[in-house]
């Protein structure tokens, strides 16, 4: 089952989620901004977006458990995510994976394409190219 988070989800977000800031988290549960897939009554899979400027939805993270990965958890997360922007009358939609990662082939699988990048270089943040991709909705 996919639903949005919800405060109780907490705990078993962090524990897929190390990149969002705790003060961030009540934001995207108030806003409807994050997407919990649970499985026996486990959170198994988590997504979160943003509204890149402010009029376009940008999925910042897609993460599954270990474990989980593999069994087409990811790709329901994307698809139930996509037809909730689509109701709201958003046309496209953006993410972004490091060139490094194996997302990317994910991505483009569902339509997704290469639309540009950026190099972070700052000392303390460095990290391979992150790229940007798009899909019309």
């Known amino acids: 089952m996919i639903r949005f988070v919800e405060n109780q989800d907490r705990n078993s977000w962090y524990m897929l989620d190390k990149h969002l800031p ?7 549960v108030r806003c409807r901004q ?14 979160r977006y943003n509204l890149f400027w402010d009029n ?4 910042t993270m897609l993460f ?19 037809r909730d ?3 709201l009358d958003y046309g496209m939609l953006m993410t972004s994976t490091q060139v490094d990662e194996e997302a990317q082939h994910f991505y ?3 339509g ?10 700052v ?3 460095e990290q391979p190219m992150e790229m940007i991709m798009i899909k019309a909705i």
Request: with cysteine; hydrophobic share 35%; glycine share 14%.
């Open 34 to 47: 994050g997407y919990v897939f649970v499985e026996d009554e486990k959170v198994i899979g988590i997504l």
């Open 85 to 87: 922007m689509k109701s």
């Open 112 to 121: 997704y394409k290469d639309c540009g990048g950026f190099v972070v270089d």
């Open 123 to 125: 000392p303390g943040y």
């Open 22 to 28: 705790e003060s961030v988290f009540e934001e995207k």
């Open 56 to 59: 376009t939805p940008f999925c």
């Open 108 to 110: 483009r699988k569902l």
């Open 64 to 82: 599954i458990a270990d474990g989980y990965r593999g069994r087409g958890y990811g790709k329901q997360m994307m698809v139930h995510w996509e």
